[in-house]
């Protein structure tokens, strides 16, 4: 079983930037997705962003989340980073990074990977 590990979410002011980090350990092969998604308890489960290992990214609600979002790697750390600016808000919940290294992981959402991290919560206030 893969360990995830997200760090960065924080209390913000609306507007904010904010940078969460998600490692990933217990693997060593070169073929595996990481990705983010949020818990919002009015809004339920969203993907966010998720990233291959070329380093080919997809964003979620049809792409809009690239708006603000923004999804980087470090291949050889197994790590991944989520870069948020603007934020507002409908932003508040809990951002869990997921691992996936089996099959078409570019394909399914970061919701549906095998192995995620217990989240990182994120607020913001007005």
């Known amino acids: 079983q893969v360990h995830v590990r997200e760090s960065g979410g924080d209390s913000v002011q609306v507007g904010r930037s904010l940078r969460l980090s998600c490692v990933a350990s217990g693997y060593s092969g070169k073929r595996y997705c990481m990705g983010w998604f949020r818990q919002i308890p009015s809004k339920g489960r969203e993907a966010i962003a998720w990233?291959?290992?070329?380093?080919?990214?997809?964003?979620g609600g049809r792409g809009s989340m690239q708006d603000r979002f923004t999804i980087s790697r470090d291949n050889d750390r197994y790590t991944v980073f989520l870069d948020m600016k603007d934020l507002k808000p409908e932003d508040t919940g809990m951002y869990v990074c997921?691992?996936?290294?089996?099959?078409?992981?570019?394909?399914?959402?970061?919701?549906?990977?095998?192995?995620r991290g217990q989240g990182t919560q994120v607020t913001v206030s007005a």
């Open positions: 997921s691992f996936e290294y089996i099959g078409a992981c570019w394909a399914s959402e970061p919701y549906e990977y095998r192995d």
């Open positions: 990233i291959d290992r070329d380093g080919k990214s997809y964003y």
